[in-house]
């Protein structure tokens, strides 16, 4: 797995490149809550103290979590 991860303010940025051959992306995909729209599966969630948005591409199995905190 890469990482990549810049903090900047209250928002941060992760990337990570998940190792197909380690983790089933759709047990991953199911456990996780994703949605599917656009090619691109998503799940977000929002409370007091912080907001995030993750997206999952399979084609490149890149997944981007976008953190802001309140």
């Known amino acids: 797995m890469s990482i990549d991860c810049p903090c900047k303010d209250n928002k941060k940025v992760s ?3 998940i190792d197909r ?6 047990d991953y995909i199911s456990r996780n809550d994703f949605t599917l729209i656009d ?9 007091r ?3 995030y948005k993750v997206v999952f591409d399979t084609k490149t199995a890149e997944l ?3 953190l802001t905190y309140n």
């Open 15 to 17: 990337k990570f490149i």
């Open 21 to 26: 051959q380690l983790v089933d992306l759709n």
């Open 39 to 47: 090619d691109l599966y998503i799940t977000e969630n929002n409370n």
């Open 49 to 51: 103290n912080s907001r």
């Open 64 to 66: 981007t979590v976008n």
